[in-house]
């Protein structure tokens, strides 16, 4: 990930402008301004870390002078009471950063830690976890960098880098056959195309049509199964739709190639983390008493 790439900086804007606004009148009002601390971000639950580059950048986008140390790094396991970074520098700029920098750690660390756990789940079988396009509007870089993070896998980025060919482009178009041909007949050779279908006749009209990727959309395991022996390894195979805790082996069973999930970004627990000043790493320069 380009930490310097534009999008992250405009997100970090965005972020300090929606909470610093034109000033803390809280850390402005009681803390001296040369007043300088050291403080710790620390994990108060299990899970994997993500996001420390981007809390890096926060701070040192709202102070340069502010030093940042990682303990930890993007991907690592942690458990409660895990330091995984220590800050450095004027209290004001520390605690100005605090709330924006752990709001995305929890967020980008809860999706790393669900990717994980359903990674986990599959291990016995070679299948990929992706994501959707199911993300915060604006924070579909980092929420994608997350699922990486906790071992799975991007599916497309946005409407632009892949075709994927859902019921209402099919029924705008006609039928597969004919959104299939459209489609090859715009984009490069270089990109694939993937039809989402929804039973085995659509399966049929899909290998028939050429498409590279075929979605499997909530289909019963015994109709995935035969789907998978339809398919034959003539195209990609991807499973959506209805995926829980529950049925995540059986459908990895089938033969599927991929398993996409919107659950992994849309509904997601953030981790619990939080942002301490060391009381003994205190320094008022004033020679206020």
């Given amino acids: ?108 660390s809860g999706i ?22 199911k993300t915060t509007p604006g924070l579909r870089i980092l929420e994608k960098y997350a699922v990486r993070v906790g071992g799975g896998h991007n599916h497309r980025m946005g409407l632009y880098d892949a075709v994927m060919i859902k019921d209402n482009h099919i029924e705008a178009a006609g039928d597969i056959r004919t959104a299939v041909e459209l489609a090859r007949k715009a984009i490069p050779h270089t990109m694939k195309i993937e039809v989402e279908v929804e039973d085995l006749e659509g399966v049929k009209e899909a290998l028939e049509a050429g498409a590279d990727i075929i979605m499997l959309d909530n289909m019963s395991l015994e109709m995935m199964k035969k789907a998978v022996e339809m398919i034959n390894g003539r195209a990609i195979i991807e499973a959506s739709g209805g995926i829980t805790d529950e049925n995540i082996k059986d459908v990895a069973a089938t033969g599927v190639d991929v398993i996409s999930m919107g659950a992994l970004t849309h509904t997601v627990k953030s981790l619990d983390i939080s942002l301490n000043i060391n009381p003994e790493k205190i320094k008022d320069l004033t020679g206020r008493h």
Wanted: glycine content about 6%.
């Fill in 112 to 133: 790393a830690t669900k990717t994980a756990y359903y990674k986990s789940l599959v291990e016995d079988y070679s299948v990929r976890i992706v994501d959707t396009r």
């Fill in 1 to 108: 990930m380009n930490w310097n790439h534009e999008i992250i900086i405009d997100i970090i804007r965005i972020g300090l402008k929606e909470d610093l606004g034109t000033g803390d009148v809280t850390t402005d009002s009681v803390v001296p301004e040369d007043h300088w601390s050291e403080a710790y971000i620390t994990a108060k639950e299990e899970g994997v870390v993500a996001g420390l580059p981007l809390a890096q950048k926060i701070f040192e986008y709202i102070d340069p002078h502010l030093r940042f140390e990682a303990i930890r790094k993007d991907g690592d396991r942690v458990k409660f009471g895990d330091h995984l970074a220590k800050i450095t520098g004027a209290t004001r700029s520390i605690l100005k950063g605090e709330r924006l920098a752990l709001n995305f750690l929890q967020r980008l």
